[in-house]
């Protein structure tokens, strides 16, 4: 590149993986923050089940609530995995570079402006419709033509990962000697593009029923997100926390300096990719039976939590010959692995109690439980990530204790909102609450003292959300060399850090 | 101790392959998906006694006219792949060229049947599909046209030969896949109704 050009047009045609992870590190970081941001305003109006106290009806309320759930997913968790996979995959594999850069480079940017027109779409009475269909019709279709956009940069990003493990390998190095992380993406990847484009087509066929003219059915307000909610509910909500698995494959065993039984991860990655595909789960599917409660879909959440303990089983064989060997300057990642893990397990549980009908834990806040729980493994998961390869992403040395009290607050905060959706769905309280106390299923005393955790969860999420973005900030600004190889690590990420900032 | 395995070279041959393939399951699950859809709205509708299609209304032809294009283009693509294996440029030119003027056809009789056919887009849940499964489609019989016209500069750049055939490989690739998508079109759409 020219040495005339300005720092925005380096910034902005730059291929550079490394940069590139750090530009979806940042941006996700922020729509992590505003997603627990609106999760908790959502959280607020709970209090007080008797009437929409704060925000005017339950449709603003309704779009609070899908946009927290959208953006967790789409505008953080999946991002943040993509940042880490950008930096680590190529490296993790040997390859010289990320495979097609300019793709890589035009999904992230196609990404950022789909969650700005995503952001704005809910911001303007938008969002994916709502149970009074009394938002703006043009706003929705704005946020449908977000969703849309980001879908597409983080499909294009995700094949590039894919290629870079696929074709980029080092000469040599089969698939079986791919390193936990990169496997794991290879498996959730896959599963992602067979997943997405499905809910790019239930998008586009909503888009085109609601645009211009009054919806016949698929782009009716009050049954979009009916449509679009098996994206970010059991089983597709493992997919999203898939690579979680192969972050701590990949700490686990260097941090307490013992083998790891890699068939048995790599099994359990596998099983646990399977019994995430979420596409046939849609509410178009139900013909008599609802899907969701058919065979398939009641053993694979059952499956699930098989494919946990199978994984746990692996990590425990580690531990229990290498715990005397663990090294105290690798707590900080050990520690949030195994949290992330625990979350993981928990959720996989509460998939599966979800799947019991007798139960009676359909369209109850334990559904919400399950995502929560999911979603904040992959977050814990991914903060000990960054805590584990932060030197290699930011090129600076990782100060690890922001770190740890970032996963502490994510673990705990999300925790508690988890427990406190999970009793609550016991009780029987609905998962979307509405703005009218007939609609919320239950409104007795403990429901009320436990919305309050989940306020006091979402405020502590929110808060570590917060020192997350501070403590990155500060990260890149340091001056600190990165270390070559801060953990030992013999797999080849650890080889060639010489620091890439 | 730190592994040491060489670095891979800057460009493996089949990377654009793998990509390519990587993609083009993603476009599949896409019309995979609708397909899904659109079997399961209509088996519901028409077990209610309700109507689809309005009777007459799905005309065969253009649907049969446009799967036998997109058969030929099929072959004509085949031919290109052929052609460049044997570094047969003159013929390379010549099936690139064909197989992108049939993918024009292609588009042309669709937008034409689009303008012709008496349903709008809001008739009923069969519109609705019909419309967006036939619009994605055509969208990707475009994107086709398009990196064949890419494919044609470079050959008669002299770019693609038998030992640098990834960029047609790829396209070959992705053009029977559009061909595969079209052909569950024809018999979803045009023939099942």
Redesign the interface.
């Known amino acids: 590149m020219s040495e005339n050009t300005t720092v925005i047009e380096r910034a902005v045609t730059t291929t550079d993986p490394a940069l590139l992870s750090r530009y979806w590190i940042g941006a996700a970081g922020l729509g992590l923050f505003l997603s627990i941001g609106v999760g908790f305003l959502a959280a607020l109006e709970r209090l007080d089940l008797s009437t929409a106290s704060i925000f005017d009806g339950a449709d603003v309320i309704f779009q609070l609530w899908s946009a927290h759930r959208v953006g967790l997913v789409l505008l953080a968790v999946l991002p943040l995995i993509l940042g880490l996979a950008t930096a680590v995959v190529p490296r993790q ?5 990320l ?2 850069p300019r ?1 890589a480079a035009a999904g992230f940017w196609v990404w950022l402006f789909g969650a700005a027109i995503t952001v704005t779409g809910f911001a303007v009475d938008g969002g994916v419709g709502a149970p009074g269909a009394t938002s703006q019709t043009q706003a929705v279709a704005i946020t449908l033509v977000g969703i849309m956009m980001v879908l597409l940069g983080i ?1 294009a990003t ?3 990962v ?2 870079t493990v ?8 089969s698939l079986g000697d791919v390193p936990a992380f990169s496997w794991s993406m290879l498996v959730a990847g ?1 599963m992602w ?10 998008l ?2 909503v888009y ?2 609601l645009r211009g ?6 782009g009716a307000e009050e049954a979009i997100w009916e449509q679009l909610s098996w994206a970010f509910t059991n089983p597709q909500v493992y997919l999203w926390a898939l690579p979680l698995l192969g972050i701590v494959a990949d700490i686990i065993p260097v941090s307490v300096k013992a083998k790891l039984n890699t068939n048995r991860m790599f099994g359990a990655i596998c099983l646990l990719g399977f019994v995430g595909f979420g ?1 046939y789960a ?1 509410t ?2 139900d ?1 008599g039976t609802p899907v969701r409660q058919e065979a398939f879909s009641v053993a694979a959440a059952f499956v699930a939590v098989l494919a946990m303990l199978m994984a746990l089983g692996a990590l425990a064989g580690s531990l229990r010959n290498g715990a005397k060997e663990t090294d105290a300057s690798s707590a900080t990642p050990l520690v949030l692995a195994m949290l992330s893990l625990l979350l993981l397990l928990v959720g996989t549980v509460v998939g599966a109690l979800n799947a019991v009908e007798s139960l009676d834990l359909a369209g109850t806040s334990a559904i919400g439980a399950q995502m929560i729980f999911t979603l904040a493994a992959m977050l814990v998961g991914m903060v000990a990530g960054l805590s584990w390869w932060g030197d290699l992403v930011a090129g600076r040395a990782t100060p690890q204790r922001p770190l740890l009290i970032t996963g502490l607050l994510l673990t705990l905060g999300l925790g508690l909102v988890g427990v406190a959706d999970l009793i609550n769905g016991f009780n029987g309280l609905n998962d979307f609450t509405g703005a009218v106390l007939s609609e919320a299923g239950n409104s007795g005393s403990a429901v009320d003292t436990l919305n309050l955790i989940v306020v006091i969860g979402l405020g502590m999420a929110l808060v570590g959300a917060l020192n997350g973005m501070i403590s990155g900030c500060q990260h890149l600004r340091s001056s600190e060399p990165a270390v070559a ?1 801060p953990w030992g ?4 990420e ?2 060639d850090n010489e620091g890439s900032a | 101790m730190v592994t040491t395995a060489p670095v891979a070279p800057a460009n493996r041959p089949r990377t654009l392959m793998v990509g390519t393939m990587f993609a083009t399951s993603a476009a599949l699950m896409f019309f995979g998906g609708l397909f899904s859809i659109y079997l399961s709205v209509r088996s519901d509708t028409l077990a209610w006694g309700a109507e689809w299609f309005p009777e007459g209304a799905i005309s065969l032809l253009p649907g049969g006219m446009n799967m036998a294009t997109m058969a030929l283009s099929a072959v004509t693509m085949a031919w290109a792949v052929y052609s460049i294996l044997n570094n047969d440029r003159v013929h390379a030119y010549l099936a690139i060229l064909v197989t992108g003027i049939l993918g024009v056809a292609v588009i042309n009789q669709t937008v034409f049947y689009f303008m012709d056919i008496a349903i709008p887009v809001d008739y009923n849940e069969a519109a609705v599909l019909f419309y967006v499964i036939i619009g994605a489609h055509l969208v990707m019989v475009g994107l086709g046209v398009f990196w064949l016209g890419l494919l044609l500069l470079r050959t008669l750049g002299g770019q693609d030969t038998a030992q640098h055939r990834d960029l047609v490989s790829s396209a070959a690739l992705y053009w029977y896949a559009t061909v595969a998508v079209y052909s569950f079109i024809w018999l979803f759409i045009y023939i099942g109704k």
């Not at chain 1, 594999?93 to 570079?97: I, R």
């Not at chain 1, 690590?489 to 080849?492: N, Q, V």
């Open positions: 594999v040997g390859a010289s570079s495979a097609f793709m499909g995700t094949i590039c894919l290629t696929v074709a980029g390998r080092s000469s040599g190095m896959t593009m067979l997943t997405l484009p499905v809910l790019m087509g239930n586009l066929l085109v029923d003219r009054s919806a016949v059915r698929f596409a849609q178009y599917f013909l190889n690590g013999t797999t080849l650890w080889s």
